[in-house]
């Protein structure tokens, strides 16, 4: 509970969702704002700025995909989208298009607020671009273009630094496929596989057990995120 609760405006057309989400936001000491229509939505993030944004993408009025392109020209705020399990295309379009995360139906009370955590961390990163980042035991520099792990210092090859930092840049947000190849080789296309075998390398020189990895952490058909540990 905070003195002055961030103020969360849930788009969403479905009563039942609609209810677990104000309650367990309520609970824990969230504003919510309620609306079902993408135009709504619209109205709301120009009169009440809201921090976060909780948006099911199957709207009566409005692709989700097309509200989710609208808020990102009024807005940097941060958007947590509510997805199918079998929907992978639509997770990376979600994400290509400026959400910061998703979360699949079903869910429950602890991944959901993880997730809004996340988002909230992820934005406030972003914005103020902190030069060290640090992660359980792993500090990446972004001034000195360090990174150490305990009293270990790491040394990366340029690509892996280049999809290090925009990781980190970007904690708690997941980054597509097609993100990291367009910042790490500056061309999309590239063939993911390239990606894979960096990722895996980067692992290998970060992680206490690469095949447990609890710093890049895999989105199945998706990308990667940077999770922030204590």
Do not use: C
Request: proline share 6%.
């Amino acid at each position: 509970m905070t003195s002055q609760p961030l103020d969360v405006l849930v788009v969403e057309d479905d009563p039942a969702i609609h209810r677990f989400l104000r309650n367990t936001l309520t609970v824990q000491g969230y504003k919510v704002h309620e609306v079902s229509t993408g135009r709504d939505a619209l109205t709301a993030i120009r009169e009440s700025r809201p921090q976060l944004i909780v948006l099911d993408l199957g709207l009566a009025d409005m692709d989700g995909m097309d509200l989710i392109a609208h808020v990102r020209a009024l807005s940097p705020v941060p958007i947590l989208v509510l997805s199918s399990r079998s929907d992978e295309p639509g997770k990376v379009m979600a994400l290509d298009l400026g959400a910061d995360d998703y979360i699949t139906k079903p869910f429950g009370v602890d991944e959901f607020m993880a997730r809004v955590r996340a988002a909230l961390r992820h934005r406030l990163i972003a914005q103020g671009s902190p030069p060290i980042v640090k992660t359980g035991a792993l500090v990446v520099d972004l001034v000195h273009r360090t990174v150490t792990h305990g009293n270990d210092e790491i040394r990366l090859s340029p690509k892996e630094y280049d999809i290090l930092r925009e990781l980190v840049v970007h904690a708690g947000k997941v980054l597509t496929h097609r993100h990291l190849l367009r910042v790490a080789w500056g061309d999309e296309e590239v063939d993911v596989q390239y990606l894979r075998v960096y990722v895996r390398q980067l692992r290998q020189k970060i992680e206490t057990s690469p095949d447990q990895p609890r710093y890049i952490v895999t989105e199945p058909g998706v990308g990667y995120r940077l999770q922030i540990l204590d």
